[in-house]
């Protein structure tokens, strides 16, 4: 892997909590967690994002932290943290850790101590205002869950300002000494052996909030203070930032207006995630090729992180309502399958109707886009979800690995787990776990191993640069490539229910001896490129050529 690990690395995401248990209390922990390393390492993960570890009260799972220097007792102990790290990197995994410092809890020991006294030294380390503040009915994340973004605090006398939960107030960032904890926290981590983190709520972070301004100034050179501050600790740490902002906004993220790389290393790319939802819907590509011809110039270094399930609900607010409305009628034609108005509470299984060859198109296809993938756990053995539960953790149910009771989780009595482990339906565990598609080569688990050895073995698609093939297409037919100084790839994906045929010997010149690396069954050799078979939901990784001496 390259000196820019993470351009080519396989992201798996998980919480700890649900994973793996391993002393039958009902919660995952960190050692349930590395008896499972053995196992994201066949799988090909090469980079594991923890969510939230901090203590916390869980009013929302784990984001509301009361300690940002330790972890919860529920997971295990700092000394059980540092061991995961140390196993982890024996089998060439790094770990991200969630960094949450747009806000804390409310009953942190700095919130308690400024809403004590206006003199109180962590007073300002908060938004306050001493009148209700005009716009506090605007900018609420969670709509229908949360009704305002200013709240009284009786013992303060004042206004305090909360971008989410009311329990959940903003720090201000205004403020120098909040900066600098910041730069601590981080510091910290780091020197245990974390490789970087992946930074929750961007946007809000550097926001310098003024109380009546809906449209308070952003302060951008936060981040490049950031991006300084990791690189001196650790010059190949990363940040991995959660930014879902209007398109012509998101270069700044990346760099200054000189073209450096010298804020955000990589930013999940929220604009290509709807684009697949509407193209998989649709069963028509151009909403995908859109977003590759759309997609702002990066600066040298700058990543996508490409997803088609993340912890959070699948958010569709960047297309139209109409758009909208085509992706809810396919995969969330229930009004409990959706979320704030704006998205899908559901597993990609489920919403793909259990079709295997759908769900291998739909990763074949995020895989192959230019970005590192981001994988959520669960999603590589079809996992479905539980819509029973409140609104994010329909899909945050405990992992599914064996047949034994509560699906290989833990031992404790189901009552006691930290969530429901589905047990019921085709997605139960007792048809849905490790365990049965391990014995299945033919299995989704075991296609999953195969796509990403396969992945590994194409720098160019992480590293390299992604375009549309823009010649005439059969319906529902997608043609794109990626070069790179390892070689040249080309993928065929068929979003449509239709065989067809593709004519890509406009590509011949540049070939040398093209062969099929990945497909969903066996196809024809590529012979001249120019009568390549596509099965109705069929895909094709061609190797083109590889790079000189290589």
């Known amino acids: 892997m390259g000196d820019r690990w993470y351009q080519e690395a396989v992201v798996y995401c998980l919480d700890v909590d649900t994973f793996a248990d391993s002393d039958g209390d009902g919660v995952g922990d960190f050692r349930g967690l590395i008896g499972r390393l053995d196992y994201l390492a066949r799988l090909g993960v ?15 799972d784990g984001y509301d932290a009361t300690d940002f220097y330790n972890v919860s007792p529920k997971l295990g102990t700092l000394g059980d943290f540092a061991e995961l790290l140390h196993q982890a990197r024996n089998r060439g995994i790094r770990v991200i850790i969630d960094l949450v410092v747009n806000h804390t809890s409310d009953e942190h020991p700095w919130f308690q101590s400024a809403r004590s006294s206006p003199d109180s030294p962590y007073r300002n380390w908060y938004v306050w205002s001493d009148e209700a503040p005009p716009d506090r009915h605007q900018g609420m994340v969670f709509p229908g869950e949360q009704n305002e973004t200013w709240s009284y605090d009786r013992t303060a006398k004042s206004w305090y300002y909360h971008r989410f939960y009311k329990f959940q107030p903003d720090l201000n960032v205004a403020n120098p000494q909040v900066r600098a904890e910041i730069k601590k926290i981080m510091s910290f981590w780091l020197q245990l052996g974390v490789s970087g983190f992946r930074m929750d709520a961007v946007p809000f972070i550097i926001e310098l909030t003024e109380a009546g301004n809906p449209n308070s100034p952003k302060d951008l050179d936060f981040l490049t203070e950031l991006r300084q501050h990791v690189q001196w600790r650790r010059g190949d740490a990363v940040l991995l930032a959660e930014a879902n902002v209007e398109p012509d906004q998101l270069p700044v993220y990346f760099g200054d207006s000189g073209g450096s790389a010298n804020r955000i290393h990589m930013l999940f790319d929220f604009m290509m995630n709807g684009r697949l939802m509407l193209a998989l819907a649709r069963q028509d590509p151009e909403p995908v090729i859109e977003a590759l011809r759309d997609t702002p110039a990066l600066p040298e270094g700058g990543q996508w992180a490409t997803f088609l399930r993340n912890h959070d609900e699948i958010d569709l607010s960047r297309l139209t309502a109409e758009q909208r409305n085509q992706v809810y009628d396919q995969f969330g ?9 704006r998205g899908i509470r559901r597993r990609l299984a489920s919403m793909l109707g259990n079709d295997r060859r759908r769900i291998e198109l739909a990763y074949a296809l995020q895989f192959s886009l230019r970005g590192t993938p981001v994988l959520r756990y669960g999603e590589e053995i079809g996992m479905g979800e539980d819509l029973s539960l409140p609104g994010r953790e329909a899909i945050r149910t405990p992992m599914q690995w064996s047949y034994k009771e509560n699906g290989g989780f833990s031992t404790a009595d189901p009552e006691k787990l930290v969530r429901p482990v589905i047990d019921k339906g085709e997605y139960g565990y007792q048809k849905v776990n490790v365990t049965a598609q391990r014995k299945d080569p033919r299995s989704l688990l075991g296609w999953f191993e195969r796509m990403i050895r396969t992945l590994r073995e194409a720098p160019e698609i992480g590293s390299g640069s992604t375009s549309h093939i823009d ?3 059969p319906p529902g037919v997608l043609a794109h490539r990626a070069d790179g100084p390892t070689g040249t790839m080309v993928f065929l994906h068929n979003l449509g229910t239709e065989d067809a045929e593709v004519d890509l010997s406009v590509l011949a010149p540049e070939a040398d001896l093209p062969i099929d690396v990945l497909t969903d069954r066996n196809y024809e050799e590529v012979g001249k490129l120019d009568r390549l078979k596509l099965a109705g939901y069929g895909y094709r990784w061609i190797r083109i050529c590889r790079g000189s001496g290589l």
């Open 471 to 473: 010649v005439p297409m």
């Open 333 to 341: 034609p229930d009004e409990d399958m959706r979320l704030y108005g």
């Open 46 to 60: 090469t980079c594991l994002w923890l969510h939230p570890i901090h203590p916390s009260p869980n009013r929302d």
